[in-house]
């Protein structure tokens, strides 16, 4: 995993029961940063996107880590997977699987991947 930037404040998770913890660490951690309360719903629906999708296709967890910077929020997402598909359509209403990187990207101001040593980090911003 990268060094984790100056100011920033992270936690693990590893199953499904982790996933309330996430979010509310999110939820808190975006609060004291300054992001308005309706962009701190758009941040923790995309993290619980991100948090799934780690848990369901990927073994062993992932961490997560966030920060303000530049009039930023920045969260970053990092697993044991492999790099994500962005910059796909929104599936169709009868599609069963597939919105939730569809949905990350569209209530971030902006989303990044990158391949790190063991796995992907997915990096989302929203300005505050």
Known sequence: MPEQPSGADGMSYT????????????????????LPAARIDLLTLAV???TTNTLQHTDGG?????????????????????ERPFGREMP?????RGRG????ERV??????ASV???????ICLNL
């Open 15 to 34: 199953d499904p029961d982790d996933l309330r913890t996430v979010r509310t660490f999110v939820a808190e951690r975006a609060r004291a940063l300054g």
């Open 101 to 104: 990187l569809a949905i990350v």
């Open 62 to 82: 992932g961490h997560i880590r966030v920060w303000a910077d530049d009039g930023r929020l920045v969260c970053d997402v990092v697993d044991g997977g492999g």
């Open 48 to 50: 619980s996107e991100l």
């Open 117 to 123: 040593p063991g796995g992907t980090l997915v990096r």
């Open 92 to 96: 169709s209403a009868e599609a069963i």
């Open 108 to 113: 971030c101001d902006a989303v990044y991947t």
